[in-house]
T-cell receptor
Framework: QKEVEQDPGPLSVPEGAIVSLNCTYS??????FMWYRQYSRKGPELLMY????GNKEDGRFTAQVDKSSKYISLFIRDSQPSDSATYLCAMSSTSGSRLTFGEGTQLTVNP | KAGVTQTPRYLIKTRGQQVTLSCSPISGHRSVSWYQQTPGQGLQFLFE???????NKGNFPGRFSGRQFSNSRSEMNVSTLELGDSALYLC????????????FGSGTRLTVV
């Protein structure tokens, strides 16, 4: 079983919809939780990160971490066609350690 | 400021050959990590180098190796290529003090035929 599970999708939504992306994990040592966005033929770029449990908001994006359930989420409000990409969750146990990624969810926002 | 540069962007090799991929990190970054990305497996950690020393290694066979030079540029080598080595190989650099500071390159797409 993988340490981080993420539904690969694909997920297709109309423009303006609220998108919910999720990951579950099994390693209790994970403390740093990140979301990356990867456009086609590009490398992943960091969208948001959270340390331990809680919520973090940045514009249209909200990240949530529930360590008790080993579950993290990324919400995208008012989704735009430019949000169409693959979204990857990533985690690490300490600040400088390796990242463990989910498989990624492919999102398409239709105009 | 220039990003992480990976060369070449695309590569086609035959089974049994070897290949060397190159990564130039962001100026001032001393840590370089390598990841393999495949459909179904996602991104898997290969290894990390910091100041020319391998600091961390993933669960890949010994055919996968790397090194880092004094200017922080890094290379990874795969010997005796197998069809299953076909993947996007991503390099990420950071200052070395924080995981959230990783910046990824656009990757090298390796196809083994």
């Amino acid at each position: 079983q993988k340490e981080v599970e993420q539904d690969p999708g694909p997920l297709s939504v109309p423009e303006g919809a609220i998108v919910s992306l999720n990951c579950t994990y099994s390693n209790s040592a994970f403390q740093y939780f990140m979301w990356y966005r990867q456009y086609s033929r590009k490398g992943p770029e960091l969208l948001m990160y959270t340390y331990s449990s809680g919520n973090k908001e940045d514009g249209r994006f909200t990240a949530q971490v529930d360590k008790s359930s080993k579950y993290i989420s990324l919400f995208i409000r008012d989704s735009q066609p430019s949000d169409s990409a693959t979204y990857l969750c990533a985690m690490s146990s300490t600040s400088g350690s390796r990242l463990t990624f989910g498989e990624g969810t492919q999102l398409t926002v239709n105009p | 400021k220039a990003g992480v540069t990976q060369t070449p962007r695309y590569l086609i090799k035959t089974r049994g050959q070897q290949v060397t991929l190159s990564c130039s990190p962001i100026s001032g970054h001393r840590s370089v990590s390598w990841y393999q990305q495949t459909p179904g497996q996602g991104l898997q950690f290969l290894f990390e180098y910091f100041s020319e020393t391998q600091r961390n290694k993933g669960n890949f066979p010994g055919r996968f190796s790397g090194r880092q030079f004094s200017n922080s540029r890094s290379e990874m080598n795969v010997s005796t290529l197998e069809l299953g080595d076909s993947a996007l190989y991503l390099c990420a650099s950071s200052s070395g003090r924080s995981t959230v500071g990783y910046t990824f390159g656009s990757g090298t797409r390796l196809t083994v035929v």
